[in-house]
């Protein structure tokens, strides 16, 4: 059974960072993308960010470049996301996803998803 499980959520205060893991198990994804979405209360789902089968390629939402770091350790089977100078609206749930292609991640279209970790930034 494929499980994506995030964790590395909390509370912090602006302008502080985490950094979020997730651990994939019950195969491989070593061969696919990886990425990270979040959701705000209220509000839909939205993409942060997403890298490549080898992390050759990273891409980006606007709102957090320059700020955010996405990588990935194939051995362990893990994608990070380092968040640095947080805001508070960067407050929501992340979400970990895995897909074919970042074009799919990116898309919303990755064949597994974690239940996701809360990150709270107080102001």
């Known amino acids: 059974q494929v499980q994506l499980v995030e964790s590395g959520g909390g509370l912090v205060q602006a302008g502080g960072s985490l950094k979020l893991s997730c651990a994939a198990s019950g195969r491989t994804f070593s061969s696919d993308a990886m990425g990270w979405f979040r959701q705000a209360p209220g509000k839909e789902r939205d993409f942060v960010a997403t890298i490549s089968w080898n992390g050759a390629s990273v891409y980006y939402a606007d709102s957090v470049k320059g700020r955010f770091t996405i990588s990935r350790d194939n051995a362990k089977n893990t994608v990070y996301l380092q968040m640095n100078s947080l805001k508070p609206e960067d407050t929501a749930v992340y979400y970990c996803?895995?897909?074919?292609?970042?074009?799919?991640?990116?898309?919303?279209?990755?064949?597994?998803w974690g239940q996701g970790t809360q990150v709270t930034v107080s102001s």
């Open positions: 996803t895995t897909g074919l292609a970042t074009s799919h991640v990116k898309a919303g279209r990755g064949d597994y």
